[in-house]
């Protein structure tokens, strides 16, 4: 199969799709790679060290879209990139298609097969594509919260560690999985004061044991997300649902109520945000102030670490994308139920029935099963 690497495009986006070393994966599998040029320059991998991996390198994107079978991204596909892809082609990146009504319509127009980062599974009932840049996620969230409290920078001027004689600032985190875990480590290392809401009673005893009482694990109400969002300093929104629009949680009256100076840090924003008063913001120009609350809601956050992400992210998706080159798309997720479930898009159709539900009506869309949808 011939696999084609594009430069991601997306504001301050400097992922790429596969590395050198990930490249030479596919060359050992007796793939051909072809990778636009620069795609990975940005992060230090150099064209050079592509050749010498075994890709060709393009001089465009439209090169790689009009060459390859199998184009492999971060981040995804803008207008013009979906508007390149064609029916027989596959498409594995991320999609985030239900708060996106845009992509999901183009996307479905090309006909192609659009397998989804987020939604493919494994045999423990989490998201193994999902997990490391929600890992990078959630410790960065807490950075850039941090960072955004200085006064300088629109905050409240708040210390999350304190000091000697001053108590450290408060962190809620709405959410106790991965994203909200990698949270509560980088804030317990700062010396914060954190509260972690999760509306899983197995996943709170989970977090009080390793954490061994240094956070506060309380069940997630309405009324506990009023009490703890007013005092808080910094508010990380680390909600899933997968493929789906993100919940509301936190309100615009929520907003109104807590603290002037506060940061509000929205990792759900790539699912359309788990905060009423979110919009998505870009690593250029991060953040904006509601009611003298700082949001930060930057969609790809991890490509502000990107060759940490890059590297994370391709230890996660190189075994899938090998069976999808290897045995073809279509025989890949027959045989493998948790390839099949990251399948969202194929030959016109919607696979994934959280994104019917969040845009079937605006976009006259039905829900079509993956596997009927491979026998078209």
Known sequence: MLVGVPKEIKNHEYR????????????????????????????GFSDEQYVAAGADIADSASKVFADAEMIVKVKEPQPNECKMLREGQTLYTYLHLAPDPTQTELLVESGATCIAYETVTDNKGTLPLLAPMSEVAGRMSVQAGAHFLEKAHGGSGTLLGGVPGVAPGKVLIIGGGVVG??????????????????????????????????????????????????????VVGAVLIPGAAAPKLLTADHIANMKEGSVVVDVAIDQGGCFETSKATTHQDPVYIVDGVVHYCVANMPGGVARTSTMALNNATLPFGLALANKGPVQAMRDDPHLLNGLNVHKGKVTYKAVVDALGKQLNLDYVAPLDALSL
């Open 181 to 234: 875990l990698n949270a509560a480590k980088m804030a317990i290392g700062m010396g914060a004061d954190v509260t972690i809401l999760d509306r899983s009673l197995p996943r709170l005893q989970f977090l009080d044991d390793i954490f061994a009482g240094r956070v506060k694990t309380v069940y997630s109400t309405v009324d506990a997300i009023d009490y703890y969002a007013s005092k808080a300093d910094l």
């Open 16 to 43: 790429v799709g596969l590395t050198p070393s990930a490249v030479r994966e596919f060359i050992e599998h007796g793939h051909q790679v072809l990778v636009e040029t620069n795609a990975g320059a940005a992060i």
